[in-house]
């Protein structure tokens, strides 16, 4: 078999195998969803970066939502959330080294649907937080 041949074959495959991967959450029961790679948000006071908060996104996706298309704009929301990050700070007030879960998610999941469209997204689990630092 020539090199082109193997070539042309393999990237066939690899065409048929990727939605098939994409789908097997929903065969299997399990939630459809797109995972963020890791985002270091701004901790800020008084205009000032003081700390960042490395995070790990997962949205969780509804049962219509097109998983293979919004897997593919993954690099989107992970803009979207960097640009909200260096507008507010979205660590505690109190202790700026964790996030404020519930303002974060009151916040990202109506930006986020600007992205996947109205009905798409499900919930936003927040899979890891890590400041830089540990702040007093």
Do not use: W
Request: aromatic fraction near 6%; glycine fraction near 4%.
């Amino acid at each position: 078999m020539t090199q082109t041949r193997r070539l042309l074959l393999s990237t066939l495959l690899c065409a048929f195998a990727m939605p098939a991967l994409a789908s097997e959450a929903k065969k299997e029961g399990g939630e459809p969803y797109v995972k963020l790679a890791p985002v270091a948000l701004p901790v800020t006071e008084n205009g000032r970066v003081i700390n960042y908060l490395f995070v790990t996104l997962r949205i969780n996706l509804t049962a219509k939502a097109d998983v293979n298309a919004l897997r593919l704009k993954e690099p989107y929301f992970r803009d979207l959330l960097i640009r909200a990050a260096h507008k507010q700070s979205f660590a505690l007030p109190n202790k700026r080294d964790t996030l404020d879960e519930a303002r974060f998610k009151k916040v990202m999941i109506p930006e986020f649907t600007k992205i996947a469209g109205v009905g798409n997204i499900e919930t936003l689990e927040i899979l890891a937080q890590n400041p830089k630092k540990l702040m007093n």
